[in-house]
């Protein structure tokens, strides 16, 4: 989850950059948007590395209280997954006690807070101000370089046509690579086999019966 370990491309440039961009944030606020498995909670990490922050997420917010954010270790906070079961009143006491704290919010969320439905006209004018770095499903690039990575996290050599037909075949997520690479590896493990594309076939298929 280190900065090195980020993969760069088209798709992700924009946040990488408004990341390493920090701390100069209009209004020291920042928010994430991008599908589930494209490396937001991976960029978080980079970030929370360099600026010490917490991180919390909606259930902490409605399980600490005011009082108990006050006594957060860091003046600067990280919000996994924004606006799932968002309490508007909480989120927006957050952004005050940042602010007095001076320190800085990153957000993540699926969607850009113009798409959250929101009923609190203060959070809705806060969310309007803060720019919102979009990451977008992974592209080709991305996608076979994730792969790659991960074949090599597991010190497996892989040949080219492999990382082909995963790409084509896979859904285009991190998360799907993920698991996917960690059932091929425990599959070829258990069958003594070479990671090659006969294998892939045959995991393909079972998932399709």
Avoid at 179 to 204: H, N, Q, S
Wanted: net charge negative.
């Amino acid at each position: 989850m280190g900065r090195d370990d980020f993969l760069v491309t088209d798709s992700n440039a924009e946040a990488v950059a408004w990341i390493d961009r920090w701390p100069d944030w209009p209004g020291h606020c920042l928010l994430l948007a991008g599908p589930s498995g494209s490396g937001k909670t991976h960029l978080a990490a980079v970030w929370q590395a360099v600026s010490g922050a917490e991180l919390i997420t909606n259930k902490d917010l409605k399980k600490f209280g005011i009082e108990e954010l006050t006594r957060l270790s860091s003046s600067s906070v990280i919000l996994e997954e924004a606006e799932e079961e968002l309490d508007e009143k909480a989120l927006f006491h957050l952004f005050n006690l940042v602010r007095e704290k001076r320190g800085s919010l990153l957000l993540t969320a699926r969607t850009a807070p113009s798409r959250w439905n929101l009923s609190l006209p203060d959070l809705a004018s806060r969310l309007g101000t803060v720019p919102v770095a979009e990451i977008a499903t992974p592209d080709d690039a991305l996608f076979a370089a994730l792969i790659v990575k991960l074949f090599s996290d597991r010190q497996l050599a892989v040949t080219p046509d492999v990382i082909q037909y995963m790409t084509r075949r896979l859904e285009r997520s991190f998360a799907a690579a993920r698991d996917f690479v960690a059932r091929l590896d425990a599959e070829a493990l258990a069958k003594k086999r070479k990671v090659t594309v006969p294998l892939l076939r045959d995991i393909f298929q079972k998932e399709q019966e």
